[in-house]
């Protein structure tokens, strides 16, 4: 775990609410949409990768999913999101660890990444996450993501990222994955910033 990256994340949710941060959505509209035409079994098991205090476990939870897992650089982020879920969040799982780092002890059928990877500029932490998806999901799965675009963000929260055409994405999940959809999605920030996104569904090969 890099520990100046889990300080940086820590101060940011311990300072700021969720609705002051450039990437809050009162709904995740996108990743919903995107989610629901795959109607999925309530019984599958999710993962959200960099969850923060995204409200797409609300939207699950809501849908009657059971089986959810949230992991996050930042315990702030988590316990927050924990407080906020109370009871109705009683069977979610939370994982403190590193995107760059984390290996999945379990399997899932839908991982979603919202925000997250675009942050892992290093060769080394990219070659990982991809190695780490490729293991953990159960055949038939789905990986949704959503990066920064080409003409939009460079930096996020102060920090370097990467953008990602739908062809970039491709490219570095082909190991394991084949493109179903993407779509070029426009994000407004809360000061009416708008910031150029890519969201691509993936099915897993394997
Ligand atoms: C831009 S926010 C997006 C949060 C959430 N996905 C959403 O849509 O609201 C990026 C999130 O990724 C987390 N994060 C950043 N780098 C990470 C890493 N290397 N491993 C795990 N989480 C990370 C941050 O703590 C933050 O919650």
């Known amino acids: 775990m890099n520990k100046d990256l889990k300080a940086h994340w820590e101060k940011v949710y311990q300072t700021k609410s969720f ?3 450039s990437w809050f959505q009162e709904k995740p509209e996108t990743s919903i949409q995107f989610f629901e035409k795959l109607n999925l079994p309530k019984t599958d098991s999710i993962i959200d990768m960099g969850s923060g205090e995204s409200r797409f476990v609300d939207y ?9 897992t949230l992991v996050d650089i930042s315990e702030e982020a988590l316990s927050k999101t924990k407080a906020r ?16 780092t984390f290996k999945a002890i379990e399997k899932y059928d839908f991982w979603h990444d919202r925000a997250t990877f675009h942050f892992l500029t290093e060769i080394t932490e990219i070659e990982h996450y991809t190695q780490n998806i490729c293991r953990s999901l159960n055949a038939g799965a789905h990986f949704l993501i959503g990066t920064f675009a ?3 963000p460079k930096k996020c929260s102060g920090l370097e990222i990467t953008q990602y055409s739908a062809d970039d994405l491709s490219e570095v999940f082909a190991r394991c994955l084949t493109q179903k959809k993407s779509n070029k999605v426009n994000h407004t920030t809360s000061d009416g910033t708008v910031q150029k996104f890519t969201f691509c569904l993936f099915k897993y090969d394997g």
């Not at 109370?86 to 760059?100: C, M, N, Q, R, T």
């Open 85 to 100: 879920l109370g009871e109705k969040g009683k069977s979610v799982k939370y994982i403190i660890a590193d995107a760059g």
């Open 60 to 68: 699950l939870l809501d849908k009657g999913y059971e089986h959810i």
């Open 150 to 152: 080409e003409g939009g």
């Open 19 to 21: 609705e002051e941060l």
